[in-house]
């Protein structure tokens, strides 16, 4: 058994994995994080990975884990099932690098393109012989809601509304879907532009508002809210067998 940990800005992701498949998943808040150690001994794990956005590891936690299971940390410097091209590997989010792999495992052999829609919208490029080509980054829905508020005087705070619109009547609609309709226009032509230079594309969405861009976007995408964990047990496994 395997334990995948995707610790973020404010929530923990689980995965407990046997062999390749996810066989249970929890999310808790940060400060709400169980006894993780019971938990991975519950469950027969023998091998853990664990990859953090920034939020430092718990000395005592990272040593408990050092001492009971095969245990890795995600750094720049794991060795990984595919080929890292991105010239600065040391600033490249953790959980984008897993997305990828996470496609990979999935998807072997294709170009795909991995659209994260969280907090920041995320553009990552696999190349169909492995080699991780590199992605964008552009501010997420609630981004960017937040910013027109915020820089500006007068313009209000909201929320997400019924995306069927293409013209807003009021100040709050207007802003609603100009971001909303914006920003899936972004993802359709980031989604030309990459099939216009590759190809045959595979385009994987995931993050938390995966579920809401996939009723709006004209392209053909593929829905899966366990890129990142499915990544990370891959990660896990690879080095895992190269002690075998």
């Given at each position: 058994?395997?334990l995948?940990?995707?610790?973020g800005n404010?929530?923990?992701?689980?995965g407990?994995?046997s062999?390749?498949?996810l066989?249970e998943?929890?999310?808790?808040?940060?400060?709400?994080l169980?006894d993780?150690?019971?938990?991975a001994?519950?469950h027969?794990v023998?091998?853990?990975?664990l990859?953090?956005?920034?939020?430092p590891i718990?000395?005592?936690l990272?040593a408990e884990?050092?001492q009971r299971?095969y245990?890795?940390?995600l750094t720049h410097?794991t060795?990984?099932?595919?080929?890292?091209a991105y010239?600065?590997?040391?600033t490249l989010?953790?959980d984008?690098?897993?997305?990828v792999?996470?496609?990979?495992?999935l998807?072997?052999?294709?170009?795909?393109?991995v659209?994260d829609?969280?907090?920041?919208i995320?553009?990552?490029l696999?190349?169909e012989?492995?080699?991780?080509?590199?992605g964008?980054?552009?501010?997420?829905?609630?981004?960017?809601?937040?910013a027109?508020?915020?820089?500006?005087a007068?313009?209000?705070?909201?929320?997400r509304?019924?995306p069927s619109e293409?013209i807003?009547q009021?100040?709050?609609t207007a802003m609603q879907?100009?971001g909303?309709?914006?920003?899936s226009?972004e993802?359709d032509g980031f989604?030309?532009l990459?099939?216009d230079q590759?190809?045959s594309?595979?385009?994987?969405?995931?993050?938390g508002?995966?579920?809401?861009f996939?009723?709006v976007?004209?392209?053909?995408?593929?829905?899966n809210s366990?890129l990142?964990l499915?990544g990370?047990?891959?990660?896990?496994?690879?080095n895992a067998?190269?002690?075998?």
């Amino acid at each position: 058994m395997n334990l995948t940990i995707d610790i973020g800005n404010t929530r923990v992701k689980t995965g407990l994995f046997s062999s390749l498949d996810l066989i249970e998943k929890q999310a808790w808040e940060i400060d709400g994080l169980p006894d993780i150690i019971t938990y991975a001994t519950n469950h027969q794990v023998q091998n853990v990975i664990l990859s953090t956005v920034g939020n430092p590891i718990d000395p005592v936690l990272d040593a408990e884990f050092s001492q009971r299971f095969y245990y890795l940390q995600l750094t720049h410097r794991t060795p990984l099932p595919i080929n890292n091209a991105y010239s600065t590997p040391e600033t490249l989010g953790k959980d984008r690098l897993a997305a990828v792999i996470g496609a990979w495992q999935l998807y072997p052999g294709e170009n795909c393109l991995v659209i994260d829609a969280g907090t920041c919208i995320t553009y990552d490029l696999l190349r169909e012989d492995g080699v991780y080509l590199g992605g964008n980054i552009s501010p997420g829905l609630a981004m960017r809601f937040r910013a027109m508020h915020e820089f500006t005087a007068r313009l209000p705070l909201v929320d997400r509304s019924d995306p069927s619109e293409s013209i807003g009547q009021s100040t709050e609609t207007a802003m609603q879907i100009g971001g909303q309709l914006g920003t899936s226009l972004e993802m359709d032509g980031f989604i030309r532009l990459f099939r216009d230079q590759y190809g045959s594309l595979r385009v994987l969405l995931t993050g938390g508002d995966a579920d809401f861009f996939a009723k709006v976007l004209k392209s053909q995408i593929f829905v899966n809210s366990d890129l990142v964990l499915k990544g990370l047990n891959k990660i896990l496994t690879y080095n895992a067998e190269q002690l075998v």
